[in-house]
């Protein structure tokens, strides 16, 4: 389960669709019984667990429907994007069932000055925008013809990178089911991709402890 701390006090915790069951009997043993007043768990020592449907779930009123909904099967649309590396997959459930990756290259940071320093910048820029087109072309061939069968849209790398690739007006119905989740991940390889799926899916969750 990943964890990471929550802006506020407390943490927030990312919980497979399929351990769902398990972590409430675990907070059970750990802080007591429940009382459950819709996604928000109030246990007897006063701690809370808040909970937040998953990418692509509809809005849900209670722990068994959250539970439900949760592993139900569901089709997402994935792309990362960092500096020139894109890549794009379509996950059913947990399994990768398409997928493309592929890296321009874009040139680092310098901290020369004058005419050298204004004819890197465009020439990286110009790299930056082959890149975020490139993206788009793969987005376009992979997404786009599955886009009525997708429930989300998940993103992840970095965000100025996944703008500039969803900003070609042709990706526009890819781009409106974009979640609001943005996945933390290294540079995009094929291995980043497979296991973002775990980061798409999973449910959140911010425990407070008493």
């Known amino acids: 389960m990943a964890e ?3 802006a506020g006090g407390g943490k927030w915790v990312a919980v497979a669709p399929e351990r769902l ?12 019984a ?12 006063g701690a809370t667990a808040e909970w ?4 692509g779930a509809p809005a849900v009123a209670t722990m068994t429907d ?7 099967p569901r089709t997402l649309g994935l792309l990362l ?6 890549a794009v997959g379509i996950a059913e459930g947990p399994e990768l069932v398409t997928s493309k990756v592929e890296t321009h290259y874009v040139q680092g940071r310098t901290a020369a ?7 890197f910048a465009r020439r990286r820029d110009n790299q930056a925008k082959a890149a975020a087109a490139g993206g788009a072309d793969i987005v376009g061939r992979l997404l786009l013809p599955r886009v009525r069968a997708m429930t989300a849209l998940v993103t992840g790398g970095d965000r100025a990178a996944v703008d500039a690739v969803l900003a070609a007006p042709t990706l526009a119905p890819v781009a409106a089911l974009r979640s609001a989740r943005f996945l ?3 540079e995009p390889r094929h291995a980043v991709l497979v296991s973002a799926i775990a980061g798409a899916r999973a449910v959140s969750v911010l425990v407070r402890e008493p």
């Open 4 to 6: 990471r701390e929550a």
């Open 21 to 32: 069951p398990r972590w409430l009997e675990n907070f059970v043993t750990r802080h007591g």
């Open 34 to 45: 429940y009382t459950e007043k819709g996604l928000l768990l109030i246990a007897e020592d």
């Open 52 to 55: 937040q449907p998953p990418p």
């Open 66 to 72: 959250l539970i439900r909904e949760a592993q139900a």
């Open 81 to 86: 994007a960092r500096k020139g590396a894109v």
């Open 113 to 119: 000055g004058g005419w050298s320093q204004q004819r």
């Open 184 to 186: 933390d991940v290294p």
